[in-house]
C-alpha cells in the first residue's frame, strides 16, 4: 500500500512560481497514475493534473492548463506540480492522490482516487 506525503507549499505573491513534491513509500509510482487536486476555501476539491504511470501522457484542469506541469521522478519515487503565474484564486490546499494502473488509465474524479496524501497549503496573495 502506497504512502504519499505532499510538501512545497507557501506564501507566494501573484505571479510568482511554486513547485509541490507528492513523495511515495510503500511501492513504487511506475506502476501508478497520480493526480493532484485542490481545495479552495469553501469550495469543493477540483481536479488539477494528472500524469501516467509511464510519465509520458499529462493532463491539466482549464484553469491550470498552460501555467502547471506535472512531472515525475521515478529515480525519487516523487511526482512534482510546477506552479507558474500564480493567481490568488490558486489558493487552496492541495492533495496528491494516486490509483494503480498499469494501462496508462486517469481520472479527473477525486473518487476514483484510493491514495491520499496529507495536502499542502498554497496561499497566493500581495
Known amino acids: 500500500q502506497v504512502q504519499l506525503v505532499e510538501s512545497g507549499g507557501g506564501v507566494v505573491q501573484p505571479g510568482g512560481s511554486l513547485r509541490l513534491s507528492c513523495a511515495a513509500s510503500g511501492g513504487t509510482l511506475r506502476s501508478y497514475t497520480v493526480a493532484w487536486f485542490r481545495q479552495p476555501p469553501g469550495k469543493e476539491r477540483e481536479f488539477v493534473a494528472a500524469?501516467?504511470?509511464?510519465?509520458?501522457?499529462?493532463f491539466y484542469g482549464d484553469s491550470v492548463q498552460d501555467r502547471f506541469s506535472i512531472s515525475k521522478d521515478d529515480a525519487e519515487n516523487t511526482v512534482f506540480l510546477q506552479m507558474n503565474s500564480l493567481k490568488p484564486e490558486d489558493t487552496a490546499v492541495y492533495y496528491c492522490?494516486?490509483?494503480?494502473?498499469?494501462?496508462?488509465?486517469?481520472?479527473?474524479?477525486?473518487?476514483?482516487?484510493?491514495?491520499w496524501g496529507q495536502g499542502t497549503q498554497v496561499t497566493v496573495s500581495s
Open positions: 492522490a494516486a490509483r494503480y494502473s498499469q494501462y496508462g488509465a486517469w481520472w479527473r474524479r477525486d473518487t476514483d482516487y484510493n491514495y
Open positions: 500524469i501516467t504511470w509511464s510519465g509520458t501522457r499529462t
